[in-house]
C-alpha cells in the first residue's frame, strides 16, 4: 500500500488539499474545486449491470478492473465508488470493495467505519427526530401534530425490530406517545440531499427544506422551521469532503456517499464526482444494483441535476448470472449450459436496450468466472456482437490490470470515437408531466410492465403532493433489486406485467417523489445466518 500523499499526487493534488485520516486514506478538501474550476471535464463513464443475482455479476469489481486497466494503458483514468453501508456488510450482500485482484484499500476500514461520513449522516438524522420531539414536549409551540411526525430516525444497521416503533417517554404528564420508525441510514433523505448536492451550501439549503412533520392543521413544518443549520453543519462539515483510498496496484479512488438504489437514487456524490471529473481524463463510476435501478436513476436524477452527461455506458454481465436466469439452479451453475444461458439473456437485452435508449454509446462486459467456458464466453460475444452491441472480457478479477485491457481498449476506442447523445427519460421541473407520468413511463418503459396500479393511500399522496406544488418533482421508484418487475422472485424480462404502488412519499429536500412498489422495505433485515457470524 503506498502512502495516501503519494496517491495523491498521481492526480497532482497539492498536500494542502489532503487531510489525511492516518497513512492510507485522506479527504480532499473541496477549497481545491476554486483552483480547478477552468480545467476541462473528463469523458465520464458509468458501470452497470443486468438483474443481480445471488450468482454474482461484479459491477464494482468491474470499475476497479476498468479504472485499473485503463491506467495499465496509459490513460489517466480515477474511479469514483459509492461508501458501504454496514447492514450488507453484515448482512447478505458483503462489503462494497471490489473482489480478488479488482479491490480498494484499506478494505476492512472502507467497510466499515471509514473516515466516519456515515456516522456523521446517522447522527445529523437522529438529531432532527430529537429536537422535534423535544419540540412537542417543550410546550409545541410549532403545534406539531406528532401523529403527522413524517421524518424517520436512522440506523446504519439491518434491524427489522426497527421497522415500526412507538415512541414515549417516563414523563408521562408531557409526553405525547406516538408511531413511528427507523429506516436504514442509506434510505433516508439525508443521505440523498448528501449525494445530491452540487456543494455544502445547497447541502444545508436542501436539508432545511425537509419536510419532517405537520401541524393539526396540516401546514407543513420544515428542518429550518427547528433552527438547527448551525448544529447540522457542524455534524457534517468534514463529511462533505471526498474520500481518497487506492486500487491492489496502487491507482487512485474515490469514495463518497452510498445511497441505496432500491429506495434512494444509488449513485456517489455528486461532489466527488465533480471533483473528479477535474482531476483526470476519464472518470469511471457506478450505480447501484441492476440499470433498472441504479443506472436509470442515474441518468434521469443524477445527470438532469448536476448538469452530467455521460460519455459510455458499460454493462456487467456473468455467464452464471444469465444461467440463472435461464432457470438453472444455483447448485447447477459451474457446469456449461449454453442453452440456459442464451434463454437468460432476455434480461440482458431488456437492460442494453433501456441504455441505448438514453443516446449513449454502450459496452456490454463478461465479468468471467473460473467456470465460465470458452464455449459459452463465445455464445455471449456472438449474441453481442449480432445485435450491434460492443463486446469485451474482463478478467481483472482473476489478473488484475492485465486481464482489463481488453475492456479498457474497448472503452477507450468508443471514447475517442464515437458520441455521446445523450437524453433524459423525462424533463424535471416540468409541470406538464404528472407524478403519474413519471411513474408509468419509468414502469412501462424501464420495466416493461403492463399496467401500473395504485392503493387509494398512493392515489391521495399523489394529489396531496400534487396540490402542495410538487409536480415537478423527480421520480425515485423503489422496487426490489431481484427482479425487473416489483415481485423479488421473477427473473428474466417478463413484459405485460402490473406494477403496485402502494404508498408514495415526498422527499422535498432531495427533490424526489418516492413511489414504493411491492414489499420493498426501508429498513432491512438480517438473514438466518448473517456474515457477521461468518466473520
Known amino acids: 500500500m503506498e502512502n495516501i500523499y503519494n496517491i495523491a499526487k498521481k492526480l497532482n493534488i497539492e498536500e494542502k488539499y489532503v487531510i489525511p485520516y492516518g497513512l492510507d486514506k485522506a479527504k480532499i478538501d473541496t477549497s481545491i474545486m476554486e483552483q480547478l474550476k477552468d480545467k476541462k471535464n473528463a469523458k465520464l463513464v458509468l458501470v452497470t449491470a443486468i438483474t443481480p443475482t445471488k450468482a454474482g455479476e461484479g459491477k464494482t469489481t468491474t470499475t476497479i478492473g476498468l479504472h485499473d486497466g485503463l491506467r495499465r494503458i496509459g490513460v489517466n483514468s480515477l474511479a469514483i465508488l459509492r461508501e458501504p453501508s454496514l447492514g ?19 478494505s476492512d476500514d472502507i467497510n466499515l467505519h471509514f473516515t466516519g461520513d456515515f456516522h456523521a449522516l446517522t447522527s445529523t438524522i437522529n438529531l432532527i427526530s430529537a429536537i422535534i420531539e423535544n419540540s412537542v414536549f417543550q410546550g409545541n409551540l410549532l403545534n406539531i401534530n406528532p401523529d403527522r411526525i413524517v421524518w424517520t430516525r436512522a440506523l446504519d444497521m439491518n434491524d427489522r425490530s426497527l421497522r415500526e416503533i412507538t415512541v414515549t417517554s417516563a414523563d408521562s404528564k408531557h409526553s405525547i406517545t406516538h408511531k413511528s420508525e427507523f429506516v436504514i441510514t442509506v434510505a433516508s433523505e439525508l443521505m440523498a440531499i448528501f449525494c445530491i448536492s452540487n456543494d455544502e451550501e445547497e447541502f444545508l439549503n436542501r436539508t432545511e427544506d425537509i419536510i419532517v412533520a405537520y401541524t393539526y392543521d396540516e401546514t407543513p413544518i420544515r428542518v429550518r422551521d427547528l433552527g438547527i443549520r448551525g448544529a447540522i453543519y457542524k455534524l457534517m462539515h468534514a463529511a462533505m469532503n471526498p474520500n481518497l483510498v487506492q486500487t491492489l496496484e496502487a491507482n487512485p479512488v474515490l469514495v463518497h456517499g452510498g445511497p441505496f438504489a432500491n429506495i434512494a437514487h444509488g449513485c456517489n456524490s455528486v461532489i466527488a464526482t465533480k471533483l473528479g471529473l477535474k482531476l483526470a481524463d476519464v472518470v469511471v463510476t457506478e450505480a447501484g444494483f441492476g440499470a433498472d435501478l441504479g443506472a436509470e436513476k442515474f441518468l434521469d436524477i443524477k445527470c438532469q441535476r448536476a448538469g452530467l452527461k455521460p460519455d459510455a455506458i458499460v454493462i456487467v454481465a456473468t455467464v452464471r448470472a444469465l444461467k440463472l436466469h435461464g432457470g438453472v439452479k444455483f447448485d447447477d451453475l459451474d457446469n456449461e449450459n449454453i442453452e440456459a444461458m442464451k434463454a437468460g439473456i432476455c434480461n440482458l437485452k431488456k437492460h442494453a436496450e433501456n441504455m441505448k435508449g438514453y443516446g449513449v454509446p454502450v459496452v456490454i462486459s463478461a465479468n468471467r468466472f473460473p467456470s465460465d467456458t470458452d464455449a459459452e464466453i463465445n455464445e455471449l460475444k456472438n449474441w453481442c456482437v449480432s445485435n450491434g452491441y460492443r463486446f469485451a472480457l474482463n478478467e481483472g478479477a482473476l489478473k488484475g490490470s492485465e486481464g482489463a485491457v481488453e475492456l479498457a481498449n474497448t472503452v477507450k476506442e468508443i471514447l475517442e470515437t464515437e458520441k455521446s447523445n445523450f437524453k433524459a427519460l423525462y424533463p424535471i421541473g416540468d ?41 415537478g418533482l423527480a421520480v425515485c421508484m423503489a422496487k426490489t433489486p431481484n427482479s425487473i418487475t416489483d415481485d423479488a422472485k421473477v427473473l428474466g424480462a417478463p413484459t405485460g406485467f402490473t406494477i403496485t404502488v402502494r404508498e408514495v412519499r415526498l422527499s422535498a429536500g432531495a427533490g424526489f417523489i418516492v413511489p414504493l412498489t411491492g414489499a420493498v422495505m426501508t429498513m432491512p433485515g438480517l438473514p438466518k445466518v448473517p456474515a457477521a457470524m461468518k466473520m
Open 88 to 106: 450488507p456488510v453484515f448482512g447478505v450482500k458483503g462489503g462494497a470493495v471490489g473482489a480478488l485482484k479488482s479491490t480498494i484499500i484499506p
Open 431 to 471: 409541470d406538464s408531466y404528472s407524478i403519474k407520468d413519471k411513474i408509468e413511463t419509468i414502469s412501462k418503459k424501464i420495466y416493461g410492465a403492463g399496467e401500473v396500479v395504485y392503493t387509494d393511500l398512493a392515489n391521495e399522496q399523489i394529489a396531496q403532493y400534487e396540490k402542495m406544488g410538487y409536480k
